[in-house]
T-cell receptor, first 109, second 118 residues
């Protein structure tokens, strides 16, 4: 079993939809949780960063961590075609990141 | 501010040939990472440098891979000889190195080098 599990998708939604992306993990020592966005032929870029359980909101994006269930989510409100990318969850104990496989998201007009 | 620079962007080689990738991190960043990203997978750490010192190379296949970071700035990752299974995107990332290994620095990724081994 992988330390971090993520549904690879692809996920296809219409513009304006609410998108929910999820990851589960097995290592209860993880403390830092991140979401990266990766456009085609580009490197990942940090989107959201949370420490421990709870919610964090940044514009149209909300990151949610439930440590009791070992489950993290990223919600995208009012999705736009420019949100079309692969979304990678990542987590760590110190500064060694463990990434999920990524979920490919397509937002169509 | 310039981001992480990598070259070449693409490389196609025959198996058993050597290949090298170059990375220039963001100015002032002490920590440098090399990752490998296979198709449809997330990045996996190969090696991490704190300045010139390799502090985590546990995932680096040392029989054929080598890396160096002379003077604590630019870094080179080499594969010799390359195998078919080495086809992947090789990503370099850097971070300020402020967390001292106790927290998590934000890692900034370069665009990667896409390697195809024929």
């Amino acid at each position: 079993q992988k330390e971090v599990e993520q549904d690879p998708g692809p996920l296809s939604v219409p513009e304006g939809a609410i998108v929910s992306l999820n990851c589960t993990y097995s290592n209860s020592a993880f403390q830092y949780f991140m979401w990266y966005r990766q456009y085609s032929r580009k490197g990942p870029e940090l989107l959201m960063y949370t420490y421990s359980s709870g919610n964090k909101e940044d514009g149209r994006f909300t990151a949610q961590v439930d440590k009791s269930s070992k489950y993290i989510s990223l919600f995208i409100r009012d999705s736009q075609p420019s949100d079309s990318a692969t979304y990678l969850c990542a987590m760590s104990v110190t500064d060694k990141l463990i990434f999920g496989t990524g979920t490919r998201l397509q937002v169509f007009p | 501010e310039a981001g992480v620079v990598q070259s070449p962007r693409y490389k196609i080689i025959e198996k058993k040939q050597p290949v090298a990738f170059w990375c220039n991190p963001i100015s002032g960043h002490n920590t440098l990472y090399w990752y490998r990203q296979n198709l449809g997978q997330g990045p996996e750490l190969l090696i991490r440098y704190e300045n010139e010192e390799a502090v985590d190379d546990s995932q680096l296949p040392k029989d054929r891979f080598s890396a160096e970071r002379l003077k604590g700035v630019d870094s080179t990752l080499k594969i010799q000889p390359a195998e078919l299974g080495d086809s992947a995107v090789y990503l370099c990332a850097s971070s300020p190195g402020l967390a001292g290994g106790l927290g998590t620095d934000t890692q900034y990724f370069g665009p990667g080098t896409r390697l195809t081994v024929l």
